[in-house]
């Protein structure tokens, strides 16, 4: 189950069933079924303060992912704090939406065991989630 939920922020403008059967399309292209799936749209306030508080970084970002998936099936909690999507859409020059997609899917790509912790794997990350996008 696929559910969005909002903290300190209203529900994006997001074809929500349209999202869902994607989401389980992108994690079929990996073999993976999909099972809980909670996104969080949050403020950066939150997104800072649940950063400091599970993961000990005190900077904002865009996403967090929890993973708490299983060898065949992905699910997790994903925070996803719209001011700072709407930023990088901003400074990407890119519509606010469609940085959203790209962050949406990101969290999804972390809950197949994709990482982004170095410039090679970032790489591979973005060429994922390009990937990605053209499914949806």
């Given amino acids: 189950m696929i559910q969005f939920v909002t903290e300190q ?6 074809d929500t069933s349209k999202v ?6 992108v994690a079929a292209e990996y073999h993976l079924a999909v ?3 909670t996104y969080i749209f949050c403020s950066d306030d939150r997104i800072l303060e649940v950063n400091r508080q599970f993961l000990g970084h005190d900077y904002y970002t865009d996403v967090i992912t929890f993973d708490y998936s299983t060898a065949q099936c992905v699910s997790g909690d994903i925070y996803i704090s719209l001011e700072t999507v709407l930023s990088n859409a901003e ?15 990101h969290g999804v790509l972390h809950l197949t ?3 982004d912790k170095t410039p090679e794997t970032r790489e591979e990350m973005t060429r994922k989630e390009n ?4 499914l949806l």
């Fill in 9 to 14: 922020v209203s529900m994006p403008d997001l």
């Fill in 20 to 25: 869902q059967r994607w989401i389980h399309r």
């Fill in 35 to 37: 099972g809980d799936i």
């Fill in 91 to 105: 400074k990407e020059s890119v519509e606010f939406l469609d940085e959203l997609h790209r962050i949406i899917i």
């Fill in 113 to 115: 065991g994709q990482e």
């Fill in 131 to 134: 990937a990605a996008l053209r």
